[in-house]
């Protein structure tokens, strides 16, 4: 089955800093998303992103499908920014079932 | 965006008791829902798919017996964890489909003693 991989698995920003954060996937996918799970376990939506870049507010991410990897961007990171951010793609192409990476636990200290 | 709710946000049970958790789509839709469980700093593994009017889909190694799914209507999926046992402990997570993206629930912390 398509294997996830995210790096780094940890980091510690200071609050300002900018980080990329690397989404790496085995097999072609029609489907990408990036979710935030806050101190509190709620998943958060950050993007729907098969391909292409998009922008919302501090984050921006990009997927190249055909290099199999997407990069979230969080620029002037804020403390409200930690958690674990998790990439997603569908086990299955054309559905939802979705296999979540490895996952990268930031930490943004004041 | 999509509001997807769960009930009960956390319960404690005895071992050998069965727990229900409920998954609600609030302002949508949804004819499959998806049930993921989390381990303390893991990653989210995906359980089971649940269909509106048909059986579940279960994932390997998930006991269909033992996680019983119930999708009863186009708003609400129940999970059971049936005569549960401390290694069932984690943190269940439902989610459900709207206009191509996947919202979460809260999740529901279950811890059996």
């Known amino acids: 089955g398509i294997q996830v991989e995210q790096s780094p698995p940890d980091l510690i920003l200071q609050e300002g800093a900018n980080s990329t954060l690397r989404c790496n996937f085995s097999d072609s996918v029609n489907n990408l998303q990036w979710f935030h799970q806050n101190p509190w376990g709620q998943l958060i939506n950050l993007f729907y992103?098969?391909?292409g870049t998009k922008q919302n507010g501090r984050l921006s991410a990009t997927t190249v499908a055909t290099e199999r990897y997407s990069l979230l961007y969080i620029s002037s990171s804020q403390t409200t920014d930690s958690g674990v951010y998790f990439c997603a793609v569908p086990q299955i192409s054309g559905t939802y079932k979705y296999i979540f990476g490895t996952g990268t636990r930031l930490k943004v200290l004041a | 965006g999509a509001v997807v709710s769960q009930h009960p946000s956390r319960v404690i049970c005895k071992s050998g008791t069965s727990v229900k958790i409920e998954c609600r789509s609030l302002d949508f839709q949804a004819t499959t829902m998806f049930w993921y469980r989390q381990f303390p700093k893991q990653s989210l593994m995906l359980m089971a798919t649940s269909n509106e009017g048909s059986k579940a889909t279960y994932e390997q190694g998930v006991e269909k017996d033992k996680f019983l799914i119930n999708h009863a209507s186009l708003t609400l999926s129940t999970l059971t964890v049936t005569s549960a046992h401390p290694e069932d402990s984690s943190f269940y997570i439902c989610?459900?489909?709207?206009?191509?993206?996947?919202?979460f629930g809260p999740g529901t912390r279950l811890l059996v003693l």
């Open positions: 992103i098969p391909s």
């Open positions: 989610s459900a489909t709207a206009q191509e993206t996947q919202y």
